[in-house]
Structures are given as structure tokens and as C-alpha cells.
């Protein structure tokens, strides 16, 4: 009753190597095209490794984390991930802790210590790290986290009848309106054996009509991941329905409680995965696992996420692990039944909507669907839920007992009754067994529902007591030893089975159907080929021998095959045996090879008694074939046939230069009654390159792309042809014009290609003849700003030719990491050229040689490192005509560093003529910011073609801070240079401003850095900040909150006046700092000083801060704010350096990154000191004397022979005293602000004399 529900990874098929259907990858994940935010957790994904890299190490270091993958460690280093674990990690200690090698042998094979929990502090929506994970080739799937909810309504009302087990009209609904479970109670009252595992809120372990039938020392709290469960009325009264003690004289009878003693009844493990939040992120799988590895048979679940149409993988894995491992000794294999959820629509919600569980839908007491539960084709039962007035009655918290309603309570009830069903007939069953004993033990409620309903509340209203006759009757059943030895051989179209018949069986009986479907059980009685099992499955065989040929299904099917030993009259069958099988295809390798106007496709054919049909289509879309195969002509779905029949090849004709063809190969045969198709075997072939007139300008603003005659090639992980859809893509967000948001982007950011070459390559176009054109150029414009130095995360760009239509290229120009940037410095944030002065623009020429007459197109091919994302617009191929002028601007001349010493500039400029003709003058205009500020001509220049010449710019009077200058050229004397995009440079600078002692800035400027300061690279690292300061409102911030690139940053002070007649220069600041919990305090970040006279040319370390010296909060993986009692004054002394501060000095912070959090500083200043005469004089001195609050011990030079020093009053007690052993301080301030006014003595002993001061307070 439900439809299959799988999500395909399909690559687009752009070469000519096939791809069958069926060996494409296969995830049962559901995603929604819109997931709400709410619906799962922020800053958590779950991560599942491939079998080749599930034991990586996963460690943090203070330059970022170690996992043994380049990859990997460049994910993690994007998203700022502050934690990663193993997801199932606790439910496989919990393993061990109980020595049970065989459930952690059993989670290691079903691939569950692959799932690995990345927790991250980047601000980055969720789904996308999970694209940016599942691009990574070591990576199988990602996943967000979903939150869960609940399928219960409370209600306050108190009824004391338990109609939904027997109704006899006493809540005046529909007499009989119930499960019908009295009369299996005459069969049994449910085994201690049986164990159901209840995945809910907490259960009241406690309770008196629920204790002995708790699993006591089993049960578990998920969310908080230890033992201590909580007590929550939603789980106990789930627990209550489902086996609440019978017969005992109080409370409740539960469907499967027993009959008061403690031998009989079910016992339930509580799992709690509901109340507080989670330790584990995706806790509620965990339970699962647990469920299976404690031998739990049957897993109750009323809960769902809390959207529609959202399935993680990481929760489909540990369901199927219960269905595969579960069963405990009393069922082969685990059943997994959920409610359907109270949302009263037909929408999926999972797990309920997962094919391999069983959806529980709810009625109320007049067997009506229930107005809030949700219904649908995947729903596969319905039971008794309540509703707001008969709702159910059961276990509560404190004791006590109370109603709720919902599908929540259905579901209970089923689970209950598998559980009578499986104490009834203990080992003797499959879980798909019991599936089938419950689907077909119900009373049909469709006409008492409307029509819109029809096969939508599953195979209808669960009736106990019919289950139960059946399944007594497999109770009463002598053991018959199972078939063994089961297997198959295929063999063209017919598959081969073979086994071994026990010695007591008569026959066997094999059953098959589709891998998702279900196989139901055979009942008291003989079947022939052809019939259907009850609960799905068709017979393909009944019989004695062993070994059988059936038909083989059509390619690129999943099946199952089951297989029964059974006495001659069908009244005793054996328990199943299954194996499941895929069908391979009938033709494989096929290729396409093109020509101007036809492709010759060629094939290999597998099976000869199979025919195959070549269908093609234009846009890659096909459906699927009916009928005879000689006259299909149309497909529905997409597709036309070409041919049918035996063939290994076809020429298609007719066909346009330069385009994509896309064919289907599906196999067919004719089964005695019709004609059955299989999965088709899909491929693309291309014809050759059209050509088109010059000029080729495109600016993408079209829907179609690529346009028309263009071409994408999507290369794959280090340069192969194998297409990973990772190409260029046309985006409206961002373009280089003015009033354009269009342009293609390679997205590097979070695809990660693994080195792979994406091509974007143009229409072609034929080689002008000299005689009408001097050259041919190509202009386009870029965008890109570098992620960081490393050279593994440089993208770059090629742009390169291709006389072949794209089968090999010559390269042009290629530049990548911040050779290509077009924004200067690096950038972990993911970049987008919103504003036009991000874009850079290029020409570049064709080389001489190629002849005339060619067939040409460019290609811009785009390396994928998972670095940054990668821009372009505006491409443009053109003719210089003979005779036109061409002046670029390539860079300027004369300039080593971007950081300039003073306003007045003087620009070197390098002038290039691309034109063919001689050029004598030219003007230059400078803007600054956009705005033009002054402009120079030159004439006489005499400049030959593809000649340079380094002109000089008149001197500039630039603004302090960051600037960006373009320097426009223009020919002059009327000539026109048609070829703009090129006479543009633009430069990036930073102006430092000067200053003279003392200088100090508490940061309050308005401006994002403070007045005069500069910054390398330029407008990256520290920032200007309002969100917490020393003083004032504003201090200086090193952003290191999720950031783990391992950059090096400078903010560069004014350049400072020369200082003279001055006896010490000393720097004053406040810092404050905090490391992250992935590193050690005494490690980390590093903050230098520096110190230059040649404005910043060169540089030498005068101080440095690290570890706890830089560090003055603890640890926080928080976005740190500084509190007040963080921030600490710190001093440099620079007086050695006097004698370079003669001249022009400039002061620089450098901040080497090394996994610290946010850095800060505040209210610095910079002091020159003049010694007093008298100190300099006598080389001792205490001073100021008399004082009053505190006075001054000074040194004029160091004096290692300083041992002690004594403040002593007037009548010779001693006050304060100081020791050292050794490196005794040049000056020592003491404090006495507690002292009276008066007479003191300050004694002071050396090694071999003494001095003593005599001092007055006032």
C-alpha cells in the first residue's frame, strides 16, 4: 500500500561512455526542494565516510585539522568545524561494555562507524555543507540533523473504558470499532521473551501497572546519552497501551501485558529520545542500533521529523540495521512500526513513509479515519488513535492514569499485537512475516470512509484476534528445517536457481518480488506458478527438485527471491530463505564518435535473445516503451526510436554541426503475452563544432545555456573526463556591468572538484587572412579573490585555443590563487563580486601562426581545488583590423609594495601599443575611488606596434587609507582605440599617514581602521569593532571566531617623527585574547610587534605575544567578546631602538594565525621619556620625593647585584619587602597609598654593600 520512495545520484551524461541506470548511486535520503530551518539543527551535519577512508584520523591541531585527507581537511577548515565524532560511537562502547563482538562486527559491516557527527561555527546554511561534504570524493553522503515531534494530543478528560480493545458501543461509537484482542488473549497474553524497544519520551519505569514488564537494566536516555531516564507521559502512556500489566486487578490491561505474573507479558526497553536537548546529534538513531544489539524484536516508535518529505540517510541506515539485526531469538529478523503523524494530510513525513517500516494510521471509535492523522498510499495499517471527545485511556506519569489521543496511541497497539504474534509463535517467523500476519488480519473500514480515502488507510483496521488464528496455526506447526544452499546463476535471460531440500520436506516453494516490495507467507494449502502469496509475491516455483530455470526479469531490476521447504499438502512450511539479485544489462559499452552533420554510435551486446530499441533525444529526456517495437515511434516521457532489433551499431544522419545528441539503448522481449521493456543504458554523443561570424560577444544575459554553438566540457577529479556536474553555471546574482547580474560561475567554494578541468568553450570561429585583420583578441572579464596561500586550494583559470573543436587545446594565459585574484588578499568567507570593482578584465591575442582559414574556438577552462569561487562575463573574440590602435595599461612600474609611506605619489606607469600602427601620444587619467582627480598627456612617443614604454605620472596627492586607483589611457590626434578593455589598470594601495610622539588612539575614529593606519594584504585581518572595548566604544579586532586559515595579518601604525634627546621609548596597550578548546593555552595565535625605517620594505620582531601572554580569558568556542575583567595592559619597551628612531619609524601588529579565537586591543599610545639629570648623574635616584601616593626606585643602568629592598617606618618595623636571586628589575614602583603620612626609610641591599634612602609622605 505504499509507494516506493528513492532518491537517485544521477551525474548528467555529457560524453560518450553509457552509464546503466543501475549501477548509478542510491541513497534512500528524502529531501524536501524547500527545508525549513527549523525543521533540523544549525551548526551540526552528519557525515558518512566511504568503505576506503572509514578510519581516517579526525584530530585538531593549532594549524588546523589533521584527517589524512587533503580534502577533508580543507572541508573542515571552510566550515570552522570546532568537533567531529563518531555518530554510533556510544552505542558501540555500550557494545563492548557488555562484550558483544558480534553487534559491533554487525555496525562495522553495515557501514554505521562510517557516520561521522562534524560540528561547525561557520555561518553557513546547513544543506549547504551537506552539498559541500557530499562533493567530496572520500565522503558516500552528508545530512542535516532533524528535529522530531511527537503524534499525541493531551487531553484532561478521564475515561475509565478502554474501548479501542473491545467496543461495544460504550461510548456510543460503532460496536466492534476495535482491535479484537480478547480472543487472542485465549492464545496467549504476550512472552517475557519478546522484547520491544519503545522510542519515545521516558518511560515511568516505575509505575505499578507497568514495572515488571519494563526491561529494567536496558533502558536508555538518547538525548541526555546516559541511563538516567525522565519520566514523560507521552512515552508512559504509549508504554501502557502497548503492555500495561493484565489481569492484576488495577489500572489498565496493555495488548500484550501478560496476565499478572512476572513470566508472562512482553518486556519494553525505554529509549528515550524525546525531552531536553540532545548530546548526540541524531541521538534517535542511535536507538535503534541499541534496540538490535539487545536483542529487542520489535522497535514502537510514535514520533517523526517535524517536516515533510525529509529523510536522513544516517536514520535509514540504523532502521535497516534493526530490520536486518534485530529479532533477538524469537524473530529473524526486526519490525519498525511507526505512527503516521497528526498533521491530517496526505503528505509523507518521515520514517513514517519509508517503505521498509509500517505506518500506523488512526481511527476513532466509529472506525472513521481520525480528521488530524495523516493518510496516503504509504500508509499501511490502520488502528484505534481517539480523538478529542473518546480519546484513550492508559498510563501516565506519577502513577497515574489519563488520555491522550493521536496516532501515537494507534501505533502502540500494533506493536502490541506483533508482539502477541511473535510470543504466540516465537522463532518461527521472518519479519516479513509478521508484517504480512498483521496487514491481512483486519476488517475492511473503506466504506465507512469516503471515497477520496480508497487505499489510503493501508490494508485496513487491525483485528488482533484474526492475526492470531493464523499465526497459531505456524504455532501448532512441526518444526521443518530450512532450505539451504540457496543460490542463483544468471544466464542470459533466464536466471538459474539452485538449493538443497531438507531430508523431511516433500517440495520447496519460491516466491519472488521486486527488492523493495515485501513477500508474504504461505498459509495451509499447495500453490502453482503464477499465484500471489497473501502479503505480496508471486510464485515462480513449487515442486521437488532442487535446481530450477525461471525467467529472468528485464535489465537494471532489483529483485528478491524466497524460497520454503514444505510437507506434500502445504499444512507445514519452513522458514524463508531470501536472496536478492540485479539484472544486468543486455548492452554495454557504447560509444558515439561525431561528424559535421551525423554520429556513428557502435555497442556491445550481452544477451542475444533480447532485442534492443535505440531511441534519442534532444534534451537527454526519455521515457519508457510500450507495445510492439516495430511500431513505436514516439516515446512517452521523451525519446524517438531510431531502430530495433539485433544490431551493434547505427549511423545517425541528418543531425546539426556542433551539437549534443543523447540515446537510449532499452532492451525488450516478448513473454508470451506482451512486450516487456528493461532500464534503458543511456549516452551522449556530440557532432562538430558549428562555426559562427566574428565578432562572438556574450554576455549570458539569455535564458539558453550555454548559448547557442557554445559548449560545456565537465571534466572530473584530477583532470579525467568522467563528468561530475561540477561545470560552469550560468547564475543571476552577480555580472561586471553596470545593470548586469548575470554571469557563469565555477563554484569552488562548496564543490569540491578534486582538481578537475571544467571547460566553457565558445562557438567557433574561422581564422581571419591577414590581409584583413591584424589579429585576433580575446577580452572577458574575471572575478576571484584567493581562499589562501596554500597552493592545493589555488583555482586558476586557462584560457587556451583549440583548432579540433575542443578535443586539445593551446594554452594562452593561465594564472590561479592570488596570481588570478581580481580582490587582493584572501577570503574564507565564501566570495561573491557584488561590486563592479571586484571584477578585473583581460585581453589577450591569438598567436600569429595559426593559419588562416582554421576552424577556431577558445576555451576558458576552470580548475576546480576547492578553493574559491570563479567568475566570468562579458566574453568577447574580435578582429584588429589592420591599422586600428590598441594601448593597454599592464601594470605599473617602479612600485614594490602596496603600501604607500606618504600622500604624494609619483606612478611609473607601463604603456603598451597591441595596435599594428605607430602611436606618438596619449593621455592617462587617474581616478581615485571612482572619482577623477588628475590626468597627463604625452607626446612624441614614437611607440612601434607591440612595443612598451614606462611613462611617468605626475605626482599625486592621495587620501589616507585604502584607495583604489584606474588609470584610463586614450590615444589622442583623433585616433580610436576600439578595444576598451584593456585600458583600465587597476590598483589597489594604502596610504599610511604620519604622526610624531606621543601618539595614541583609543580606536574611536568613525572609519573601519583608525586614521593613518594601514593594512597588508590590503582590507584584510584586524577591523575596527563597537562590540566591546577596554575604553570608549570601539577597539581593534583580529576576527578569528571560525576562521582556521593560517593567514598572517598586519595592521601597520602612521609613520612616526624622528625622536631625539630621549632616554626610553616605551608602547602601551590593552589586549585581550582567548584560545579555542581544540588547542592549548599555551599555544595558538601568535601577536608580533614590528618595527621599520624604510616604510616597511623591511621589518624586524621587537616583541612578540603568545600562548598565555596573549591569551587572557579561558577557552571558548563562542564568538568571544571580551568581558571587562579580560582586558590587561601590556608594555613594550623600546628604548634599545632609540638610536633608530633618529629617523622615520613605523610600528606594525602582526597576528600569525595558530587556532585562537578573536584577538583584541585598545588605548594604545606611544611615549618618549626624558631620565632627570640628578638620576643620570649619580646612576640611582628614588624618585619623586617627598611623594605622596607612590614613588619610583630607578636604576640609570641594569644592576644584576640587586638583591632585596625594605620599606621600613620611622620606629624601624618593616612595612613591604622585595627579594630576588637573580635578573633583578631596573626599576621597581612602590605603593602606599594604606600608609600614613610621615617618615620612612627605604633600605636597599647589593651584593658586598647597601643603601639606605631616607623618604616623606605628605
Known amino acids: 500500500m505504499r509507494n516506493r520512495i528513492t532518491l537517485f545520484i544521477v551525474a548528467c551524461l555529457l560524453l560518450a561512455v553509457g552509464i546503466p541506470h543501475w549501477l548509478q548511486a542510491q541513497t534512500t535520503a528524502v529531501y524536501p526542494l524547500q527545508l525549513p530551518a527549523s525543521a533540523v539543527y544549525e551548526g551540526v551535519v552528519q557525515v558518512k565516510m566511504k568503505p576506503g577512508f572509514a578510519h581516517l584520523l579526525w584530530k585538531k591541531t593549532a594549524t588546523g585539522w589533521q584527517t589524512g585527507s587533503a580534502n577533508l581537511n580543507k572541508a573542515l577548515q571552510k566550515i570552522a568545524a570546532s568537533k567531529v565524532d563518531t555518530l554510533f560511537k556510544t552505542v558501540y562502547e555500550l557494545a563492548d561494555a557488555d562484550e558483544n563482538s558480534l553487534a559491533q562486527q554487525r555496525m562495522e559491516q553495515a557501514g554505521l562507524m562510517r557516520w561521522m557527527t562534524v560540528r561547525f561555527s561557520a555561518n553557513l546554511p546547513v544543506m549547504q555543507v551537506c552539498s559541500m561534504f557530499r562533493s567530496l570524493p572520500e565522503v558516500a553522503w552528508a545530512d542535516a540533523v532533524g528535529k522530531i515531534e511527537l503524534h499525541a494530543d493531551p487531553n484532561d478528560a478521564f475515561f475509565a473504558n478502554q474501548w ?92 500484550a501485558g501478560g496476565n499478572g505474573t512476572a513470566s508472562t507479558g512482553v518486556k519494553m526497553m525505554s529509549l528515550q529520545i524525546i525531552g531536553g536537548t540532545p548530546v548526540v546529534a541524531g541521538h534517535e538513531a542511535l536507538s535503534f542500533v541499541y534496540a538490535a544489539n539487545n536483542g529487542a524484536a520489535i522497535s514502537q516508535n510514535s514520533w517523526s521529523y517535524n517536516a515533510p518529505n525529509f529523510f536522513p540517510q544516517y536514520t535509514a541506515d540504523a532502521i535497516d540495521y534493526f530490520i536486518t539485526n534485530g529479532g533477538g531469538t524469537v524473530l529473524k529478523g526486526g519490525i519498525v512500526i511507526f505512527s503516521a503523524g497528526n498533521n491530517g494530510t496526505e503528505q509523507t513525513y518521515f520514517p513514517p513513509a519509508y517503505n521498509k517500516v509500517l505506518a500506523v494510521a488512526a481511527a476513532t471509535h466509529n472506525d472513521e479515519k481520525a480528521g488530524y492523522s495523516n493518510f496516503g498510499t504509504w500508509v499501511d495499517i490502520t488502528a484505534p488513535g481517539g480523538d478529542a471527545s473518546q480519546p484513550m485511556l492508559s498510563t501516565i506519569t506519577g502513577s497515574n492514569y489519563g488520555n491522550l489521543f493521536g496516532t501515537s496511541m494507534a501505533c502502540p497497539l500494533v506493536s502490541g499485537a506483533a508482539a502477541l504474534l511473535v510470543s504466540r509463535a516465537p522463532g518461527k517467523m521472518l519479519a516479513d512475516d509478521l508484517r504480512s500476519l498483521l496487514q491481512f488480519g483486519v476488517d475492511n473500514i473503506y466504506p465507512i470512509n469516503v471515497i477520496q480515502l480508497a487505499g489510503k488507510l493501508g490494508t485496513g483496521r487491525l483485528n488482533v484476534g484474526k492475526s492470531m488464528l493464523r499465526t497459531d496455526s505456524l504455532a501448532n506447526n512441526a518444526t521443518l528445517a530450512a532450505v539451504t544452499n540457496f543460490s542463483l546463476q544468471p544466464q542470459c ?12 520436506a516433500s517440495k520447496v516453494l519460491v516466491a519472488i518480488a521486486p527488492a523493495e516490495a515485501f513477500i508474504g507467507l504461505p498459509f495451509y494449502q499447495t500453490y502453482t506458478e503464477g499465484q500471489t502469496l497473501p502479503g505480496g509475491g508471486t510464485v515462480v516455483y513449487s515442486g521437488n527438485a532442487n535446481t530450477v530455470t525461471i525467467p ?52 556491445q551486446r550481452q544477451c542475444p535473445q533480447r532485442g534492443l530499441l535505440l531511441a534519442t533525444s534532444t534534451d537527454g529526456s526519455f521515457g519508457t516503451p510500450t507495445g510492439d517495437p516495430a511500431a513505436v515511434t ?11 532489433g539485433n544490431q551493434t551499431g547505427f549511423v545517425h544522419t541528418g543531425l546539426q554541426a556542433d551539437q549534443t545528441y543523447y540515446y537510449a539503448l532499452y532492451p525488450y522481449q516478448f513473454n508470451g503475452t506482451s512486450w516487456e521493456y528493461g532500464e534503458p543504458v543511456t549516452f551522449a554523443g556530440n557532432t562538430a563544432c558549428a562555426v559562427k561570424a566574428l565578432p562572438i560577444e556574450e554576455s549570458f544575459t539569455s535564458t539558453t545555456y550555454p548559448p547557442v554553438g557554445w559548449r560545456l566540457q565537465d571534466g572530473g577529479p584530477n583532470g579525467s573526463l568522467v563528468a561530475d556536474g561540477k561545470t560552469w553555471r550560468r547564475l543571476q546574482l552577480a555580472g561586471s556591468s553596470a545593470g548586469d547580474d548575470i554571469s557563469v560561475l565555477m563554484n569552488a567554494y562548496t564543490q569540491n572538484g ?112 576547492f578553493g574559491q569561487n570563479l567568475w566570468l562575463d562579458n566574453i568577447r573574440v574580435r578582429m584588429v583590423e589592420r591599422n586600428k590602435a590598441d594601448l593597454s595599461l599592464p601594470r605599473l612600474t617602479a612600485t614594490t609594495d602596496t603600501v604607500l609611506c606618504n600622500t604624494i605619489f609619483t606612478p611609473h606607469i607601463l604603456l603598451r601599443n597591441n595596435g ?46 585604502v584607495q583604489q586607483l584606474h588609470f584610463v589611457v586614450q590615444p589622442l590626434a583623433g585616433i580610436q582605440d576600439p578595444f576598451a578593455v584593456n585600458d583600465t589598470l587597476r590598483v589597489w594601495v594604502s596610504v599610511a599617514g604620519n604622526a610624531s610622539l606621543p601618539y595614541q588612539t583609543s580606536m574611536e575614529d568613525n572609519a573601519s581602521v583608525p586614521v593613518g593606519w594601514t593594512s597588508t594584504p590590503v582590507n584584510q585581518g584586524w577591523m575596527s569593532s563597537n562590540a566591546a572595548a577596554a575604553s570608549g566604544s570601539k577597539a581593534l579586532l583580529a576576527k ?41 593555552a599555551s599555544a595558538g595565535d601568535t601577536l608580533e610587534i614590528l618595527w621599520s625605517n624604510d616604510c616597511g620594505l623591511n621589518w624586524q620582531t621587537v616583541a612578540a605575544r603568545f600562548g598565555n601572554r596573549w591569551h587572557t580569558a579561558p577557552a571558548t568556542d563562542a564568538d568571544y567578546l571580551p568581558q571587562a575583567s579580560h582586558w590587561q595592559k601590556d608594555t613594550i619597551d623600546l628604548t634599545a631602538l632609540l638610536p633608530s628612531a633618529s629617523t622615520p619609524f613605523q610600528l606594525a601588529f602582526r597576528l600569525k594565525a595558530g587556532g585562537s579565537n578573536n584577538g583584541w586591543l585598545d588605548d594604545l599610545r606611544i611615549l618618549s621619556k626624558n631620565v632627570p639629570a640628578a638620576l643620570k648623574a649619580a646612576g640611582f635616584g628614588v624618585y619623586p620625593n617627598p611623594f605622596s601616593g607612590q614613588f619610583l626606585i630607578w636604576h640609570y643602568q641594569p644592576e644584576p647585584r640587586w638583591r632585596s629592598a625594605r620599606l621600613i617606618s620611622a620606629t624601624g618595623q618593616v612595612l613591604q619587602q622585595w627579594q630576588w636571586t637573580a635578573n633583578p628589575p631596573q626599576t621597581l614602583t612602590v605603593s602606599t597609598a594604606h600608609l600614613p603620612a610621615g617618615l620612612y626609610y627605604m633600605q636597599l641591599q647589593y651584593d658586598g654593600f647597601s643603601r639606605t634612602e631616607k623618604l616623606v609622605k605628605y
Request: aromatic share 8%; net charge negative.
Open 164 to 255: 479501542y480493545l473491545r467496543n461495544s458501543g460504550q461510548t456510543a461509537g460503532r460496536v466492534g470499532a476495535d482491535i479484537n484482542v480478547s480472543p487472542a488473549w485465549n492464545f496467549t497474553t504476550g512472552s517475557s521473551d519478546v522484547i520491544v524497544a519503545v522510542h519515545d519520551g521516558g518511560v515511568q519505569l516505575s509505575h505499578p501497572d507497568l514495572q515488571i514488564n519494563m526491561w529494567q537494566g536496558k533502558s536508555f536516555n538518547f538525548v541526555a546519552n546516559n541511563t538516567q531516564l525522565t519520566d514523560d507521559n507521552h512515552g508512559t502512556h504509549v508504554a501502557g497501551l502497548l503492555a500495561a500489566v493484565r489481569n492484576n486487578t488495577v489500572g489498565i490491561a496493555g495488548v
Open 634 to 644: 514516439i516515446i512517452p516521457g521523451g525519446g524517438q526510436r531510431l531502430q530495433q
Open 916 to 961: 599594428a600602427a605607430m602611436l606618438q601620444s596619449a593621455q592617462i587619467v587617474l581616478l581615485q575611488n571612482g572619482q577623477r582627480i588628475d590626468s597627463a598627456q604625452y607626446a612624441a612617443l614614437a611607440l612601434v606596434a607591440n612595443e612598451d614604454t614606462t611613462l611617468l605620472f605626475k605626482p599625486v596627492n592621495l587620501s589616507l587609507g
Open 754 to 865: 578534486n582538481n578537475s578541468k571544467e571547460t566553457l568553450r565558445t562557438a567557433a570561429f574561422t581564422m581571419p587572412d591577414a590581409s584583413v585583420a591584424d589579429s585576433v583578441i580575446v577580452l572577458f572579464d574575471y572575478a576571484y579573490r584567493a581562499y589562501a596561500p596554500d597552493a592545493d586550494l589555488a583555482d586558476s583559470l586557462e584560457v587556451a585555443y583549440s583548432l579540433d573543436c575542443g578535443t586539445t587545446y593551446q594554452t594562452l594565459w593561465k594564472a590561479g590563487g592570488a596570481g588570478l585574484a581580481s580582490v587582493p588578499g584572501f577570503s574564507t568567507a565564501e566570495f561573491v563580486p557584488f561590486n563592479l570593482s571586484d571584477w578585473a578584465s583581460k585581453q589577450l591575442k591569438l598567436p600569429a601562426n595559426i593559419p588562416a582559414g582554421a576552424t577556431v574556438s577558445i576555451g576558458f577552462i576552470g580548475t576546480n581545488k
Open 1040 to 1080: 578569528r571566531f571560525g576562521q582556521t586559515s593560517t593567514n598572517t595579518y598586519e595592521w601597520r601604525l602612521p609613520v612616526l617623527a624622528p625622536v631625539s634627546n630621549a632616554d626610553s621609548l616605551l608602547l602601551y596597550f590593552t589586549k585581550a585574547s582567548a584560545p579555542t578548546s581544540a588547542i592549548d
Open 493 to 504: 535471460s533466464t536466471w538459474q536457481l539452485q538449493w538443497t531440500m531438507p531430508a523431511a
Open 552 to 603: 529472468m526479469p528485464m535489465d537494471g531490476s532489483r529483485w528478491q527471491l524466497r524460497i520454503w521447504a514444505s510437507n506434500a499438502d502445504g499444512s507445514v512450511y519452513s522458514l524463508g530463505e531470501t536472496i536478492t539479485a540485479t539484472v544486468p544489462v543486455t548492452a554495454n559499452m557504447p560509444q558515439a564518435i561525431g561528424s559535421n552533420n551525423s554520429i556513428q554510435l557502435s555497442w
